[in-house]
């Protein structure tokens, strides 16, 4: 289309919106107004755009990946969208002849946080991936009223306060009233036997409706939009007229409000599982309403199930939605009168999994006794899988009882997602390299011995579109000046930037780049009325606030360094800005005690003027997509420093690398092959790897060795109880020293710490050397070319799904 008839185009449709939505005219139109009036043009063109996409899937017939995931934390749509359709400088213009600026329209959409963390990040930047690389796929999820928590700090303690995103971010959903489908809980069985064999009644159950609102996610520079689904419970009856005219209003409004309880809330904590009602609930209603939907699609694509596992790939992002394996099951059997072999084997083929952490607090186990009452069938069906799979190993294994009790799916009253999700898959994977292999010769090594094949691979990656074109313009100018823009499609060709390794215009430039993204970072913060100095060194641990992320020994490091600075004003310290990010789960006091000694140590430094000349300590609020899209830019130095072993992958580590900030880390997730891309010049490592940590915990750690043998150790632990700002913080002393065993923490912060300091000094001699700092960078840069989700999406294509793209 020619230009000038685009930008007419959008012109009339702006203006036509603003009158059909609002009756108003562009003078007469609010920001507010006008980012939704785009917002809404963009969406109606993603559905144009799919419906023709549609029409292509229907004829090729394409096998199609349905992704099931309880959480994608998306963030803004709008930059995303205009972007990848190419749209960008058109719209400003436009909005330009109205003083509107498109900068400023994005501030106003909020962030769709419907997850935790690195898992929901990850299904978003698959969504895009999906769509640029164009296969055919669809995301399903749960439309929560409220994502994620906003955390706000008060006299240094994190409160929590509801998200409200929909007002603003319910432009983006398409309610689809033909597509509903009932989700069935507790209740009595009946078998019935009919004349096509056995039927199962429901009785008393306490039916709800699922109803889609569908997202569509825009391929960048691709004819491909991909759905994200996202389910909302109704009552099924919508409103007991029973009950109302009858006059029992309360009643009529309870029945209402039990069935929108499922989509009120997520879940606020991150690699930990609960034994609620609710949540199994919820899982269910996301696996009950997107397995009925992908049968019904099926059905009315082909005219059979027979061809099921040819034509359809189910993925299951971590054990929550690991029901679908006995959904499936029971509609093959009960409603489609498969034989259980028959439907097994269905599922087996078109069902794949990843693990996501091998934490055992994170491993879902659900009692017996709830599964049995809120969804008996589902609980029958588990049973007999538990049987027949216990037999077969019998038959393998005979007399092995500990193994056989390891394996099962049902033990001790419990029953282990995790193992079913594993025995229901074809596929299995990990998330990086080493996190594969822990789950090969540990956490699933039984399941390895016995069907090896299953297990395998896909290094998690980001949607470097948005990390880094997106969200770095000026470094993403220097690369096209550089190498072109091929990269943007195809990441592998970011390693060119390796050429400019020696050229020092290039490498002045990554300089001046950093310190700009730093600037502007200052200068939001600011507004917001946080102090910090852009010209001090940015250390920045961005992630949720977890034990075995360590933030605690960062801060440990960071009172070494207050202590040395209060002996010795005088000595030499790269000036330095401490810039943490993190949400702590709502109930989760150990983490939420570390978020208070972090502010109550910033304001102590901060007392001291000449202290916090040369170390700042910044706890940034509410940390969100929107917030680390302009901190990763301004970032120096990544903190990667969970005990190795236990951080499946990570993905902050990409999003920072692929910035050009060099990483502080350990030999854990995929800091390993972050590692292996740049060299070891180029990376600081320390600590213990996985392995040793391993043998270290069957030798016995004992934190008070460190604090008696160490004065350094002593003299932090010491000003711990002391405390920062008037408060102490004995309670975290007691943590690291006495912990619940009376060994120390179990994370072993103190072990690394040595280690840690020396390696940061090595890091701060560096950081002098401009030079050779900003050759680090742009090595790191040309590295995370990995590290694209469209790498870890073609992975998981050729791999694992056996899908290809639509063209
Ligand atoms: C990338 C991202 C994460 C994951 O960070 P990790 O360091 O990998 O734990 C969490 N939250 C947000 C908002 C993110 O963008």
Redesign the pocket.
């Known amino acids: 289309m020619e230009e000038t008839q685009l930008k007419n185009e959008i012109r009339n449709s702006i203006e036509h919106k603003l009158s059909r939505h609002y009756g108003i005219s562009v003078e007469e139109a609010s920001r507010n107004q006008m980012y939704k009036t785009c917002a809404r043009i963009v969406r109606d063109l993603l559905l144009e755009k799919r419906a023709k996409y549609h029409e292509e899937m229907k004829k090729k017939q394409n096998k199609k990946i349905y992704y099931l995931c309880m959480e994608f934390?998306i963030?803004r749509s709008l930059k995303n969208n205009i972007y990848n359709l190419g749209l960008d400088n058109e719209l400003q213009e436009v909005l330009s002849d109205w003083n509107f600026q498109l900068e400023d329209l994005y501030e106003e959409e909020p962030d769709a946080g419907l997850g935790?963390?690195?898992l929901g990040?990850l299904a978003s930047c698959f969504m895009d991936s999906l769509a640029t690389l164009g296969y055919p796929a669809m995301g399903f999820s749960i439309c929560y009223e409220y994502g994620l928590f906003k955390q706000k700090i008060v006299d240094g303690w994190q409160m929590e306060l509801p998200d409200i995103w929909l007002p603003g971010g319910e432009v983006w959903l398409k309610k689809r009233t033909d597509l509903t489908f009932p989700v069935k809980f507790e209740g009595e069985l009946k078998e019935v036997w009919t004349e096509n064999g056995l039927r199962i009644d429901y009785n008393n159950c306490n039916e709800v409706e699922a109803v889609a609102y569908d997202m569509m996610i825009s391929g960048a520079d691709s004819d491909d939009v991909a759905v994200l689904r996202l389910w909302k419970a109704q009552d099924i009856k919508n409103f007991d007229m029973n009950s109302f005219s009858n006059g029992d209003y309360n009643r009529a409004m309870m029945e209402n409000t039990s069935a929108e309880l499922i989509c009120k809330v997520l879940y606020p904590s991150d690699n930990h599982a609960e034994g609620k009602t609710l949540r199994i609930r919820q899982e269910y209603f996301l696996v009950s309403a997107s397995i009925q939907n992908i049968i019904h699609d099926h059905l009315r694509k082909y005219g059979t199930l027979n061809n099921f596992s040819e034509k359809v790939a189910i993925h299951i992002n971590d054990t929550h939605p690991a029901m679908c394996i006995p959904e499936l099951m029971r509609i093959f059997m009960d409603e489609y009168q498969y034989t259980w072999n028959d439907a097994y084997k269905m599922v087996i083929d078109s069902v794949t999994y990843t693990n996501h952490t091998v934490l055992a607090e994170a491993l879902e186990k659900w009692p017996e006794v709830l599964i049995k009452q809120q969804l008996p069938r589902i609980y029958e069906i588990l049973k007999e899988l538990n049987e027949q799979f216990c037999q077969q190993l019998w038959n393998q294994y005979p007399g092995d009882w500990d193994r056989i009790e390891r394996m099962a799916i049902i033990s001790n009253g419990q029953i282990r997602m995790a193992n079913l999700s594993v025995i229901g898959s074809s596929h299995v994977n990990g998330v990086s390299k080493l996190h594969s292999d822990i789950l090969k010769n540990d956490v699933f090594h039984d399941f390895y011995q016995n069907t090896p094949w299953k297990f395998t691979n896909v290094t998690n990656g980001?949607a470097h579109r948005r990390w880094l074109c997106q969200a770095n313009p000026e470094l993403t100018k220097l690369l096209d000046e550089c190498i072109g823009d091929e990269y943007k499609k195809d990441a592998s060709k970011l390693a060119h930037f390796r050429k400019y390794h020696d050229n020092l215009d290039v490498l002045q430039r990554l300089d001046n780049i950093k310190l700009n993204n730093k600037i502007r970072f200052s200068n939001l913060m600011k507004n917001k009325g946080v102090t910090i100095d852009p010209y001090s060194m940015f250390v920045v641990q961005?992630?949720?606030l977890h034990e075995y992320?360590r933030q605690l020994l960062n801060v440990l490091r960071i009172i070494s360094l207050y202590l040395d600075l209060k002996e010795n004003p005088n000595m030499h310290v790269v000036p330095q800005t401490f810039l943490f990010a993190a949400k702590a789960a709502p109930g989760y006091f150990a983490a939420k005690e570390v978020i208070k000694l972090i502010n109550h140590l910033s304001v102590e430094i901060e007392k001291d003027p000449v202290l916090r000349q040369n170390i700042r300590v910044v706890f940034l609020e509410n940390?969100?997509?929107t917030?680390?899209e302009t901190l990763m830019p301004a970032a120096e130095v990544s903190e990667?420093i969970s005990l190795a072993g236990k951080?499946a992958?990570?993905?902050?580590?990409m999003?920072m690398m692929i910035n050009g900030a060099l990483t502080m880390g350990t030999m854990d997730g995929a800091n390993v092959e972050i590692f292996d891309a740049v060299g070891k010049d180029n990376i600081f490592i320390f600590g213990m790897n996985a392995d040793e940590v391993e043998r270290r915990l069957k030798s016995g750690y004992a934190a008070s060795f460190y604090y008696q043998n160490n004065p350094k150790i002593r003299r932090v632990l010491d000003c711990l109880r002391k405390g920062f700002n008037g408060e102490s913080f004995e309670s975290i002393y007691r943590y690291l020293l006495v912990g619940e065993y009376g060994m120390g923490d179990p994370y072993m912060c103190l072990a690394d710490f040595d280690d840690y300091l020396k390696v940061h000094d090595q890091l701060s001699e560096t950081y002098h050397n401009r030079n050779k700092w900003n050759t680090m960078s742009l090595y790191n840069i040309a590295g995370a070319e990995r590290f694209a989700a469209d790498r870890s999406v073609q992975d998981y294509a050729s791999q694992i799904w056996g899908i290809e793209p639509l063209k």
Request: glycine share 20%; net charge positive.
């Open positions: 934390l963030g935790n963390g690195g990040r980001i961005a992630k949720r992320k940390y969100c997509v917030m680390a990667q951080e992958s990570g993905t902050g580590n999003k």
